[in-house]
């Protein structure tokens, strides 16, 4: 049963995004399905290398005796090795994704509150679980954007230019706009869970922005374009955080002005001034005494 859509229910935010669920056959699929395709695509290669190896094939498959062949195959046994890392984190992410859609037909993904045990709730952590796994093999690649690529997959709306590093962001009603940038551990969560509730919302992160370390964006934070997160800061629900400002606060209460780096200096200077001017002072009034 939906409950009222209103955020007021929520006195407290709860930072833990689903309840530790059992996913184990979610991820043992996923993974006997990416071991499949790696065994199909390599039967041929391996084949041969076997043959070349022990002078007898595995299976009665064409293969190519000659000596050119065989140290061609041998040497590209770290390339076939570093390829089938790819190939098994791809087809996981497609097949996973694929799976993700066919979920959010069966349930189309809606805004609100809802009770557990409903059907909203149900499929919620379904989709979690679906799309955990392949977005933290991504994240094990040695490519800096394999992330984005599979939060693509997932419909997570992404930007160009953007820098995710290795905080968690909830792949559905979560938009990001061009040149954002976050920082480690942060959560960007569109959905939260207090009690037997949860609350979806969408998020909204405009254009060069900026999420700092040790934060976490609430569902239904919107940050227009140039507004920046500070570190160990937390939003409320529904919370907006203005353009080309700096917001802080646990949770966010205050606004400070964007300093540029000759700015920031000055004001080093200054306060190195007063302090020193202030102990000065603090001499000579020993002195006198």
């Keep these: 049963m939906e409950l009222s859509d209103n955020s007021q229910h929520f006195e407290y935010i709860s930072t833990s995004g689903v309840y530790k669920t059992p996913f184990t056959l979610i991820m043992v699929i996923q993974f006997l399905v990416g071991s499949f395709i790696i065994i199909f695509a390599n039967l041929w290669y391996w084949n041969s290398l076997y043959f070349y190896i022990f002078g007898e094939p595995i299976f009665p498959l064409a293969i190519l005796n000659n ?3 065989k140290w061609i195959m041998i040497l590209l046994i770290p390339l076939n090795i570093y390829g089938n890392i790819f190939l098994f984190t791809f ?7 694929l799976i993700y859609r066919f979920l959010n037909y069966l349930s189309p993904p809606r805004e609100g509150i809802f009770k557990k045990g409903s059907k909203e709730w149900k499929y919620m952590h379904r989709r979690f679980w679906t799309a955990y796994f392949p977005i933290w093999l991504a994240r094990a690649l040695p490519i800096p954007w394999a992330d984005i690529f599979a939060y693509r997959f997932f419909g997570t709306k992404v930007g160009k230019n953007v820098v995710l590093y290795e905080g968690y962001v909830d792949p559905l009603f979560v938009e990001i706009g061009n040149f954002t940038m976050t920082s480690l551990n942060i959560c960007i969560f569109s959905h939260l869970i207090y009690h037997d509730k949860v609350l979806i919302r969408k998020v909204r992160i405009g254009n060069a922005c900026v999420v700092g370390p040790q934060t976490v964006t609430s569902p239904g934070t919107i940050m227009h374009d140039g507004a920046i997160l500070g570190a160990n800061s937390y939003t409320w629900v529904d919370q ?3 353009s080309d400002l700096i917001h802080v606060g646990t949770p966010v209460s205050m606004k400070l002005p964007i300093q540029s780096l000759e700015e920031s200096q000055e004001k080093v200077e200054k306060i190195v001034k007063g302090e020193g001017k202030t102990e000065q002072h603090r001499k000579e009034g020993g002195e006198t005494k």
């Excluded at 087809?91 to 994704?97: A, E, G, T």
């Design 67 to 69: 000596e050119l062949s």
């Design 91 to 97: 087809s996981i992410i497609v097949v996973s994704s």
């Design 240 to 242: 907006e955080l203005e």
